[in-house]
């Protein structure tokens, strides 16, 4: 099987964690705001949602799959605490935000590292596996590869896991799907598996490179890192 069918195959692991279905576009809000983020959802006319929404857990990393049923917009809050790593299984959907537009089908994914002023629309067919890494990861991912962690993270927003590096990262969901699923949950491998995720996500998909981490103590670095900070 190639890469999206292989995907697609491991997310049926989910099938015995439903978090929660619902046929109300209200009880979908306030749902997934629980399980997400808060948003504003609208069904496009005519339409009726049957959203169903599934969730395991490594430790406190977690794994979802989600899918609405009907061609929904999404008008999502700003993110502060997390950063959204999303792969389309089926369907189509669409990300605007500024002058920018970006077009997804199965196969391709998204890094969504702040939903301000951001729209996103998905298709009735459209089912994502979507896995949220908090920021405090990719502090911790930066503290071991950069001798300076940047104030922010910028990350390219799209990309293919038919390609090498959005493969690689397919690779790791499918891996954390199969741990996450399993028979008996190696909770110990979630801060391992969240470390892994905000390092590839650093080296291969983040928007500025960064000096690499130095033989310099970390006490030093830290201390000069406040300086610059302060200066």
């Known amino acids: ?18 978090l ?38 490594v430790g406190n990393l977690a794994v979802l799959r989600l899918r609405y049923g009907a061609d929904v917009a999404i ?5 502060d605490s997390y950063v959204l790593l999303q792969i389309v299984l089926s369907g189509r959907a669409e990300m605007r935000w500024g002058g920018n537009r970006i077009g997804l089908g199965a196969g391709d994914g998204v890094i969504l590292d702040t939903l301000e002023g951001a729209h996103l629309d998905w298709s009735a067919d459209c089912e994502q596996i979507i896995v949220p890494l908090h920021r405090s990861v990719l ?11 940047p104030q922010r993270f910028e990350f390219e927003p799209s990309f293919r896991i038919g390609d ?3 493969g690689a990262l397919a690779d790791l969901v499918r891996y954390l799907l199969r741990q996450a699923c399993g028979r008996t949950i190696a909770a110990p491998l979630g801060a391992s598996l969240q470390l892994l995720l905000g390092q590839h996500l650093l080296a291969h998909h983040a928007r500025v ?20 900070d302060h200066a």
């Open 20 to 57: 929660f279905r619902s046929s109300t576009a209200t009880d979908a809000r306030e749902n997934v705001t629980n399980a997400l983020s808060p948003h504003r959802l609208l069904v496009a006319p005519g339409g009726q949602v049957d959203v169903r929404l599934n969730r395991a857990h």
């Open 1 to 18: 099987m190639d890469q999206l069918a292989t995907l697609q195959h491991e997310s049926r692991r989910l099938d015995r964690f439903e």
């Open 209 to 228: 490179g960064h000096r690499p981490r130095s033989t310099v103590p970390r006490h030093v670095r830290v201390a000069e890192q406040f300086m610059e």
């Open 75 to 79: 008008d999502p809050e700003r993110l």
């Open 164 to 166: 090498e590096s959005g």
């Open 139 to 149: 502090v911790a991912a930066a503290d071991t590869m950069f001798d300076r962690v």
